[in-house]
Each structure stands twice: as structure tokens, then as C-alpha cells.
């Protein structure tokens, strides 16, 4: 429901699978169809991904018994993300019911991508699905864009860093005024902000993506009047992307069929 949702702010779901040796978790925002899906190994593994939900501040999570038996990543996720949380038990994260719903939403071409070394990145998307599955009643097919990403890819930052940092919201107060993304949200949609929003938290480590950034700022800096011209176009764009999820899953009504017609 639109009236319920932040425009500026994703709204995630979260499935996370744990075990004696590895972690998946994996986030999924339905009013976007954007996914998100990462994996670790090793004795740290609950703190990684307690780092990695403090990039999404999920709103629900569905987690494997493991997940659920684990004191600390459960009372993370209902004392400091406020997070309602579901014990999806052992059956909805299997990983050949994993394989099976990953194949039917994202393609062939996207499971093969991921790591046959840790299959709980897998089993931690197919109980994710499984649940949206049960739970939606719905045409979910605008779910289509699947990002995996490896340890490494994103500066990792602990739950006590992001805070200190007021990245998106101040350490008193809990508002985004004040915040570094208060000084720089300057977009005009709220598909911008978002996006804003989800660099702050994931800050690059590669120098060569964060030069292919830099240089498409400069693009725009040195450009004033295209950059004019753009500001005033986008100023009229809706929010195309959650439009477009409530048109798939028949939640639209006329006035979100008259933007995306604009």
C-alpha cells in the first residue's frame, strides 16, 4: 500500500539461511522488484550478515531454523531493526526448492552465477521466494532484477559505525535531517533518493567504479544548462517503479495508470 510505504526509503524483505559453516541473506523489495543477495563463510559469518542488514534496515525477515536457533542475529533483528520476524523451518529452505524458484523468477542464466562453494546464497533467495510465494497471491513477475554480490564489493561497515556516522540519520534524534544524506538528497524523484540512499550505505571499494563515478559527476558539474534541463524533466517523472509493481500485482488504481502513461 503506497500510503504506508516511505517514498524516499526501500521497503525490504529479507531471507537469511544459517549453519554450522556458512550465511546467505538475501533482500527483496516487492514495491521495486529489486533483489539483492550476498553469502559468507567462516566464524564471523553472523556478524557479516547482522552488517549486511544494517545496509537494508529489512521491515520483515523469513530465516531457516539455524538463523532462528541464533540469539544474537534474532535479537538484532527485533531489538535494533524493529524487524517482525518468521521461522521459515528447514522445508522452505531446501536447496532444490531453492534451485527451482530462483530458475522460474530470475532465469537459468541467473543461478548459475551463483557460488556452488556456498549454497546458502541460494537457499537463503529460494525461502525468500518460497515466502512471497505463499504470502502474495500474486503476479509476481516485475521481480526480475537480481544483484549478487561478493564480500569485498561494498566497504562493510558495523552497525556502531553507521550509526556514529549519521550516514541516514542522526544519532539523537533518528531523523534524516541532519544526516549526510539530508545535505546531499537533492534528487527530484523519489527513485533518485533511493538510489542515493543505497550508495550511502554501500560505499564503493573498486577505484575503478568509484572513478566511473566520479567522472559522471563531472559530467554533469561541467554541464550546467543540460544539467538545468534535466532537473526541470525529472521533476515531473513519478515514481515509475513502485507504479509499475502495484500495476503487475493489481494494486494500481487510475491515478497510478495516468502517471506512467505521462
Wanted: aromatic share 6%; proline share 2%.
Amino acid at each position: 500500500d503506497a500510503a504506508c510505504l516511505e517514498d524516499k526509503a526501500s521497503n525490504f524483505l529479507c531471507g537469511i539461511y544459517l549453519d554450522e559453516q556458512c550465511a546467505g541473506v538475501a533482500f527483496c523489495d516487492i514495491s521495486t522488484g529489486k533483489a539483492h543477495l550476498t553469502a559468507f563463510t567462516g566464524k564471523e559469518r553472523t556478524e557479516h550478515v547482522i552488517n549486511e542488514l544494517g545496509r537494508f534496515s529489512p521491515a520483515e525477515a523469513v530465516v531457516n531454523q539455524g538463523a532462528a536457533d541464533d540469539g544474537d542475529l534474532i535479537a538484532a533483528l527485533r531489538d535494533k531493526f524493529h524487524s517482525r520476524v518468521e521461522n521459515g523451518g528447514r522445508d522452505r529452505f531446501s536447496l532444490t526448492e531453492a534451485e527451482k524458484n530462483i530458475r522460474r523468477q530470475f532465469g537459468d542464466e541467473a543461478f548459475e552465477k551463483l557460488p556452488r562453494g556456498n549454497p546458502a546464497a541460494a537457499m537463503a533467495l529460494g525461502g525468500l521466494l518460497d515466502y512471497l510465494y505463499e504470502t502474495q497471491k500474486a503476479d509476481l513477475s516485475h521481480i526480475n532484477d537480481l544483484d549478487y554480490y561478493e564480500q569485498g564489493r561494498f566497504m562493510e561497515l558495523d552497525l556502531a559505525a553507521r550509526r556514529n556516522l549519521e550516514l541516514t540519520e542522526t544519532l539523537r534524534n533518528k531523523e534524516k535531517k541532519g544526516s549526510l544524506l539530508w545535505v546531499l538528497d537533492h534528487t527530484k524523484t523519489a527513485m533518485g533518493s533511493r538510489m542515493l540512499r543505497s550508495w550511502l550505505e554501500k560505499p564503493l571499494l573498486s577505484p575503478k567504479r568509484i572513478n566511473a563515478r566520479l567522472d559522471a559527476v563531472e559530467e554533469l558539474t561541467k554541464n550546467s544548462i543540460g544539467r538545468d534541463e534535466l532537473v526541470h524533466m525529472l521533476q515531473d517523472v513519478s515514481d515509475y517503479e513502485r507504479v509499475t509493481a502495484r500495476i503487475v500485482t493489481g494494486a494500481a488504481n487510475c491515478r497510478d495508470l495516468v502517471s506512467l502513461g505521462n
